[in-house]
């Protein structure tokens, strides 16, 4: 039979390595949806993907989607969709404005990620820089964190999606865009995001990852992806922080 100490010892070192992370980070560069809030927690991501293929019928271009692209959760399937076929045209600007003005008609009912903005304002008061980098729109973002009075501390280094969509995550053109206006070296720095692709964006970009999971669907994608340390909620990140100003 394992004994407790062999069982708790694996948490324990991830709990020692999530420290490390924290310590170290001199520049955090904070996904958008799900590490900061849910975004569409007042009005269904696959309502507002709808939305869009709906547009797209009313343009007479229902075919640009496939069977299998109809019908997903995340309207940026759809959109992401449209550019392969289309890349840089106006179709594909006029669907991603579409996007972001969903996007900000649900910033009134998106729910703050619980710990989120403490962890903010005691990262910036110790002393951190900190950015968006979000494959949601930038306006969206800036909407959002103006509302909870948080934009000053991120602000300008506020990273989101625009009509290069070959430039989302995972790729990693914002999270280097941010580091270089920041002025910091990839090892100081550390992104919190919670998908494969902020997981991959910062791995290009030689940025250590903290993954965050609100659920255990969401925690074992992460570590199926590669993920070494990964907290269900944002409370003993802020622990941490709360340590080093004792």
């Known amino acids: 039979m394992t004994s407790?100490?062999?069982?708790?010892?694996?948490?324990?070192?991830?709990?020692?390595?999530l420290r490390e992370l924290v310590e170290a980070a001199r520049f955090v560069l904070f996904d958008f949806d799900g590490p900061i809030c849910r975004l569409f927690a007042g009005r269904r991501a696959t309502d507002v993907a709808r939305e869009l293929e709906r547009w797209l019928e009313r343009q007479g271009l229902p075919a640009l989607l496939t069977e299998e692209e109809r019908g997903r959760p995340d309207p940026q399937v759809a959109l992401r969709a449209v550019d392969r076929r289309h890349p840089g045209s106006d179709l594909v600007a006029d669907l991603e404005e579409?996007?972001?003005?969903?996007?900000?008609?649900?910033?009134?009912?998106?729910?703050?990620?619980?710990?989120?903005?403490?962890?903010?304002?005691?990262?910036?008061?110790?002393g951190a820089r900190l950015a968006i980098i979000s494959n949601n729109s930038a306006r969206a973002a800036s909407a959002y964190l103006a509302g909870r009075g948080l934009v000053g501390c991120f602000a300008p280094h506020i990273?989101?999606?625009?009509?290069?969509?070959h430039r989302l995550k995972p790729d990693p053109y914002h999270l280097n865009r941010a580091l270089r206006a920041m002025g910091a070296a990839a090892g100081h720095a550390l992104m919190i995001g919670d998908t494969p692709s902020d997981l991959q964006a910062a791995e290009l970009a030689g940025v250590p990852f903290l993954g965050y999971a609100r659920n255990e669907d969401k925690e074992q994608c992460l570590r199926q992806a590669g993920a070494e340390v990964v907290v269900r909620s944002l409370e003993p990140v802020l622990q941490v922080l709360r340590d080093l100003r004792e």
């Open 159 to 165: 990273y989101g999606r625009t009509h290069d969509l």
């Open 98 to 126: 579409l996007l972001t003005r969903q996007e900000l008609r649900a910033v009134p009912s998106a729910m703050p990620t619980p710990y989120a903005d403490p962890l903010i304002r005691t990262w910036t008061a110790l």
């Open 4 to 17: 407790d100490t062999t069982r708790t010892t694996p948490v324990t070192a991830e709990a020692e390595r």
